[in-house]
């Protein structure tokens, strides 16, 4: 038996692929075509059918769908079931999920199902021939896993030689999406998965709490982002700020959850990816959470009163001091100019 | 309702140090100290609440080498009543599929000597891994259901835990069966700082050793020869950001530097001149 297939799962949004699945299936395009394979894409949940027709328009030659109305919301074990079940079925060679707050607890429980390996938020994948070199063994189409590990500061490249599929999680924000078009036909096909009832019962979904997204931070030009160091006062600053230069404000999820500011101007994991030429940081500490959302800004620049504040890691200007000192001068000599 | 709960936490290597690398491209642990993952110290301190408001007991986990001993007195101090250590030469190389079995045959053992477990907290990833794996994979060979990213545990009751865990744009918040794995995302557990009485008993409190044959690991699941991946290469990044700090108590001047030097540097602030 042959396998010679990467299955990307697709999360929906609203009644849509989700983008960062989109992006995915631009990798997995890319990787196919240099290994001669082809491009699957697996969808739970329920009237996705519709969502299926749209990911065919994407570049996927087939779209497995476990559709069910007990799948219409997200729920681990469940969905954990259908799409090993899939796998299974399908044998793909090789499986990848976005590194979302769903990919990175869904994606290990289905390769601890089907015992095989997954790396975790890569930032690249690549695919190649691997010898082993303490067998002399060597594998054919290897996905090579390239990821940030010890906090960011060493990257590693991880291969899963003997193990099917191998599986990885891989960040959002990395790959553009491939255009729609409407004339590429692929195939849909409907699996029926038996799911016990057991495997609803186990976590119950009590209440969504959630807001929209209105703020589209991704084009924006220059960014200024205030965090928990700002209060309701210093985010005022942060406006001020960002009016006087003509940029956008950001947020650390801090100063969101604080209520200071909506969730649509949120950047990071949570959040939205960004990449302006300058992304301003002030009174942000730089959790790993937030940086992964605006590392690939060109230049970054930071406000923060301790100077030991992780986000002088990352930063390209870094200025040690008291936000409510400092932003109003800026703000002030800005204006002189 | 008493809860008996399991806290799994990882020494890892202290995140401020400098990793080095040996000749070989591996990453070189022995010089640098030991710590406990800091992500771990708010499932300890989610379990020690729990425990204080319920009763119950809390039992800590760590797979790790010998010599991570002295890292995991911090979390005696804090309140966990017992401490395993899963310790084994066969356990090195493994992989987060073949940890996380590991770490489920030794939950596993716990769980009978208790009699009852209800909760397996751990953190949301570790700082040397990154990958959060370790909890839903252990629920999957538990057979347990696992929650990520949770924020806060809100109550206990009837067999089930109610739990508020972090989505994209907000919150859900979920009822779980018990027993249940969750990863503790830390936001609302700060953890606290043991008092010096408790750092001075915490020292004559017990780590009990295990090793695979003791816990009845299958040795074919765990090591290099276990663990389906396999690391191929190490590098260090280049951080290619300017890393210029500027830190003056005169504020102006501070300025006046910093926005020559972006001038300098050709970097427009935006500002429509
Ligand atoms: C699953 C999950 C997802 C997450 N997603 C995101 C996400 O998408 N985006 C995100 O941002 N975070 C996210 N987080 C949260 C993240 O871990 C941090 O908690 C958060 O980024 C911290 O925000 P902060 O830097 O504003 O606050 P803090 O870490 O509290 O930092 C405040 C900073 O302000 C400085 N400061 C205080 N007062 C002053 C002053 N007067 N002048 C100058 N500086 C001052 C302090 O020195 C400190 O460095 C997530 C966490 C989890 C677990
Ligand atoms: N070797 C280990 N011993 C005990 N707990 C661990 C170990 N590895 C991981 N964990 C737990 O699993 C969590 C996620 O780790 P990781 O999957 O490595 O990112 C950690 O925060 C710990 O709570």
């Not at chain 2, 045959?105 to 953190?123: E, H, V």
Request: glycine share 8%; with cysteine; proline share 5%.
């Amino acid at each position: 038996m042959t396998f010679s297939k990467i299955l990307v799962y697709v999360e929906t949004s609203e009644d849509s692929p989700a983008e960062h699945s989109l992006e995915l299936i631009w990798k997995a395009r890319e990787l196919a075509s240099k290994a001669d394979m082809s491009v699957e894409a697996v969808l739970v949940g329920h009237g996705v059918f519709d969502i299926a027709r749209e990911v065919t328009y994407r570049g996927v030659s087939k779209v497995h769908v476990v559709d069910n109305p007990r799948l219409a919301t997200y729920s681990l074990i469940p969905y954990t079931t259908a799409i090993a079940e899939v796998i299974k079925k399908t044998e793909p060679e090789i499986a990848l999920f976005s590194a979302t707050v769903i990919g990175r607890e869904l994606a290990p429980r289905v390769a601890a199902r089907l015992k095989t390996g997954i790396t975790a938020d890569c930032t690249d994948v690549d695919i190649g021939s691997w010898v082993d070199p303490s067998t002399g063994r060597k594998y054919e189409k290897v996905l090579y896993q390239i990821r940030p590990t010890y906090g960011g500061e060493i990257m590693a490249a991880i291969v899963t030689p003997s193990h099917r599929p191998q599986m990885a999680t891989v960040r959002p924000g990395l790959f553009p999406i491939p255009p729609r078009d409407t004339s590429r036909s692929g195939e849909i096909v409907g699996w029926n998965i038996e799911i016990a009832d057991e495997e609803f019962s186990k976590i119950e979904v009590l209440e969504v709490r959630r807001e929209q997204r209105k703020v589209d931070l991704k084009s924006a030009k220059l960014i200024v982002s205030g965090g928990r160091g700002c209060g309701l006062k210093g985010l005022e600053l942060v406006r001020e700020l960002a009016e006087v230069l003509g940029g956008e404000v950001g947020a650390s999820r801090a100063a969101v959850d604080s209520g200071w500011i909506s969730y649509d101007h949120q950047v990071g994991l949570t959040g939205q990816t960004v990449k302006p030429e300058v992304y301003i940081a002030i009174g942000i500490s730089g959790a790993v959470q937030h940086v992964v959302g605006m590392k690939d800004s060109k230049i970054v620049i930071a406000i923060n009163k301790d100077p030991d504040a992780p986000i002088f890691r990352v930063t390209d200007y870094g200025i040690v001091g008291d936000l409510f000192v400092v932003v109003p001068k800026l703000i002030e000599k800005l204006k002189r100019r | 309702m008493p809860v008996n709960v399991v806290v799994l936490m990882k020494p890892v290597v202290d995140p401020k140090a400098i990793v080095n690398f040996r000749p070989d491209g591996t990453i070189d642990r022995s010089a640098v100290k030991l710590v406990v993952n800091p992500y771990d110290k708010y499932a300890i301190e989610a379990a020690v609440q729990l425990k204080e408001k319920l009763g119950g007991k809390v039992v800590g986990i760590a797979m790790a080498p010998l010599h991570a001993v002295d890292s995991l007195r911090e979390a005696l101090a804090i309140g966990v009543d017992e401490f395993i250590l899963l310790s084994d030469l066969k356990l090195a190389g493994s992989d987060t599929l073949a940890t996380s079995y590991a770490l489920s045959a030794a939950i596993r053992k716990i769980w009978q000597k208790l009699g009852s477990l209800d909760l397996i907290l751990c953190g949301i990833e570790s700082s040397d891994s990154n990958t959060g794996h370790i909890g839903p994979e252990v629920g999957e060979w538990l057979g347990l259901p696992s929650v990520s990213y949770v924020d806060s545990i809100l109550e206990v009751r009837d067999g089930s835990v109610l739990v508020k865990r972090l989505i994209e744009g907000g919150y859900v918040v979920m009822k779980v069966k018990l027993p249940a794995v969750l990863s503790i995302a830390g936001t609302s557990y700060q953890p606290r700082i043991p008092a010096l009485r408790e750092v001075l008993a915490a020292r004559r409190k017990q780590i009990t050793v295990w090793n695979t044959a003791e816990v009845g690991i299958d040795q074919s699941l765990v090591g290099l020869a276990g663990s389906p991946t396999r690391v191929v290469r190490m590098w260090r990044i280049e951080i290619k950001r300017r890393g210029k700090i500027f830190s003056d108590p005169d504020v102006d001047k501070m300025l006046e530097k910093f926005l020559e030097e972006i001038r300098r540097d050709g970097i427009s602030l935006g500002v429509r001149s």
